[in-house]
Nanobody, 127 residues
């Protein structure tokens, strides 16, 4: 059974950091484009970042550019989202998603492009 499991969320003060992990089971992530999305209360789910199958291409939402870093470790079948300089407006449930693609150096942050989703992990930024 194909499954994505997020972890690493929690409560952090403004300016702090969290590292989210997205671990895959039942399949290998080598040929999958991965995206991170988030959904705050009362808001629509939005794209945060994505990474190509090769890891050579990444994209970020303007709101997180320069603060968040996405990376992947195919040997561990895991994708990470390092979140630094966190702000209260980063508070949300964070989801990772995957879709298989033959294109090695492309990623997009469109929800409908992704096929497999994790259950989400809550990140709360508050003093």
């Amino acid at each position: 059974q194909l499954q994505l499991v997020e972890s690493g969320g929690g409560l952090v003060q403004p300016g702090g950091s969290l590292r989210l992990s997205c671990a895959a089971s039942g399949f290998t992530l080598d040929y999958y484009m991965i995206g991170w999305f988030r959904q705050a209360p009362g808001k629509e789910r939005e794209g945060v970042s994505c990474i190509s199958t090769s890891g050579g291409t990444t994209n970020y939402a303007d709101s997180v550019k320069g603060r968040f870093t996405i990376s992947r470790d195919n040997a561990k079948n895991t994708v990470y989202l390092q979140m630094n300089s966190l702000k209260p407006e980063d508070t949300a449930v964070y989801y990772c998603a995957a879709v298989i693609t033959p294109v090695q150096d492309m990623c997009i942050m469109l929800l409908y492009e992704y096929e497999y989703w994790g259950q989400g992990t809550q990140a709360t930024v508050s003093s």
